[in-house]
């Protein structure tokens, strides 16, 4: 129901940003279609990196702060390792 919603609220904007320029009528709303439909896809392709590079963080972010974590407390411990 939203996606539908989207669609209509992006077609409505397009036809009317397309009004600025003298085109026919048909083709006002062809274009208004268009660029509507190229608008949901890169929308759609934000949202899935997005949530790629949230699922991702959430994933490795506390491991890559456990390492960091250690990596610190050994230093401050005084422990090093052997070349």
């Known amino acids: 129901m939203t996606n539908s919603l989207l669609w209509i609220f992006l077609g409505v904007i397009m036809y009317h940003l397309l009004s600025a320029f003298p085109l026919a009528t048909k083709t006002?709303?062809?274009a208004s279609i268009?660029?509507?439909?190229i608008l949901?896809?890169?929308?759609?392709?934000?949202?899935f990196l997005i949530s790629g590079i949230w699922t991702v963080v959430t994933v490795f972010g506390p491991f890559v702060l456990?390492?960091?974590a250690l990596k610190?407390?050994?230093g401050w411990a005084?422990?090093?390792?052997k070349a």
């Open 28 to 30: 006002k709303v062809v």
């Open 34 to 37: 268009v660029v509507s439909l």
């Open 40 to 47: 949901m896809v890169v929308i759609k392709i934000a949202g």
């Open 66 to 68: 456990l390492a960091v």
């Open 72 to 74: 610190y407390f050994v």
């Open 78 to 81: 005084g422990i090093k390792r």
